[in-house]
């Protein structure tokens, strides 16, 4: 997930680098004619980009209440479910640092569209090929997609706000990007729950449903404005580089290290927490499966519009209080069955998560140079990524010898001990 105060990330970009494409601002750029025809205004397409942006991202979380019938039709492990999960994650950084910046010459639009189509592509191999080589491949390419819809979107959003509404400040966009990033990582898993469980063919409408509404995202964003005038010379290609600041080596890897814990939850809730409700708490319920992931990434992207303009130091407290608040009580949801406690412990988590995360972002973008800024954000999203990924497989490998229970408190202790490990690094001015 790739951004500069919300999850997924943002762009990630060499600023080292001369520019490669030039933002539009008016109908000419050094007396050239701006890159291509739109239909739509700059304000119309703020939302046009908007609705495709969330769409992108409820689509990529679609499957997420979805598993546990997988698992039952197929007869799958919980580990197999943790390794679709990861195919995703793996795309997203394939994605992200081989052209996650290619929108920046290349133009936003030329981005996007294809983008979109890959993830309707995503949404077909679900239909047609159901079985677990089709399910990897479908999340694959679904990660491929977010990996460069999520970096394009959020630079579209914010050049399309500075030219609807010049001298405004980025307050909007900003608050756009969370509520498409996080909300719509929130909403995917409501809506498909809710189809699954009240829609026939829950294995399909669902798919069904967001094929449809990312092929209208990709027609729609074909007619919004152009805001990056393409290079004359296209600049040779190079994937995106890793850095660390030298100088503050010791509080960027705490950063990182937040990063990886805020990650690692909304990881969890996003792959084995519908198991854990369906299984250890006895709700097979799918659509609250998915009322569950709705309120830990609505949690998450809430607490970061709130805290948006405190201060660093202020949002990484409130995200390492708030973690450590809600994961005792969802550990203890899972030993003594209780879904209330469960929820509210994963809305609290969520909360911590999201504001953790972007303290973390803004602090690694404090200590880098600013010509080296993008690279150091490139390097703590690959950290963040491997926490999406290396904590919930290492759960579902742990739930074939130990039960989820057990698992789920590994999982918790291992949180807090490197939380507990990083503060002191972490908050050191």
Known sequence: MSMSTQFPPSPVRNDTAPPTGTPVHSGTIAGRPAAGRSVLGHGAGFWVIAFAFLTAMAFSAVPTPLYVLYQHRDGFSSFMTTVVFAAYAVGVIISLFLAGHASDWLGRRRVLVPALLVEAVSALVFLVWPALPGLLLARLLSGLGIGLITATATAHLSE???????GADRTRPELMSTAANLGGLGVGPLVSGALAQYVSGPLRTPYLVFMALLLVGAMAVALVPETVQPAEERPAYRPQRIAVPAAARARYFAAAGAAFASFSILGLFT?????????????????????????????AATAQSVLARTTVRRQLAAGVSLMTAGLVPLTVAVWQPDLALFLAGGAVAGAGAGVLLKGAISTVA???????????LAGLFLIGYAGLTVPVLGVGIATQFISAKVALLGFAAAILLMVAAISSRLFRR
């Open 160 to 166: 399309l706000h500075a030219v609807d509404r010049p």
């Open 271 to 299: 792959s084995l927490a519908p198991g854990l409700v369906a299984g250890t708490l006895h709700h097979p319920s799918r659509a609250l499966a998915g009322l569950v992931a709705f309120l830990v990434f609505g949690a």
């Open 366 to 376: 404090a200590l880098a140079a600013p010509g080296a800024r993008g690279e150091a």
